[in-house]
């Protein structure tokens, strides 16, 4: 991804469909790892998730795209006891998401929901 702002659309629509997968209930409560957001954001390929390449490589770049999204009021970053940021939106960013263009798909499946 070249700008920040795709940047930025990718983290959030990632972490909106984190938080809204019923799979995975403790994120609503807990909020996401940074690493698991960044990876499902596509910032991370898969070698890039090793903890050996994360840590020195690409963590403070991660973290200074959250920190600026914190500023803005996308996101709120809990740190956890292992050291590891947990992610939440806010509604403000939940705001954002929705103001984003969506695919045709996805208003065809929202229309075709709000029939039944």
């Known amino acids: ?8 659309e990718s983290v959030m629509r990632a972490l909106i ?10 994120i609503r409560h807990n909020g996401i790892d940074e690493r698991d957001l960044a990876f499902e954001a596509d910032l991370l390929t898969p070698s890039e998730m090793e903890s ?3 840590g020195p490589r690409k963590r403070n770049a991660v ?4 920190r600026e999204m914190e500023r803005e009021g996308l996101i709120s970053m809990n740190m956890g006891i ?3 940021y947990r992610i939440l939106p ?5 705001q954002f998401v929705a ?4 695919p045709w798909y996805r208003k065809m499946w929202n229309r075709l929901r709000n029939l039944e």
């Open 52 to 54: 050996i390449i994360y």
């Open 82 to 84: 292992n050291g590891v």
């Open 99 to 102: 103001q984003l263009p969506q």
């Open 17 to 26: 469909r984190a938080y809204q997968d019923q799979i995975r209930p403790s």
């Open 90 to 94: 806010t509604s403000e960013g939940e």
């Open 1 to 8: 991804m070249s700008n920040e702002n795709e940047r930025v």
């Open 63 to 66: 973290l200074q795209l959250f």
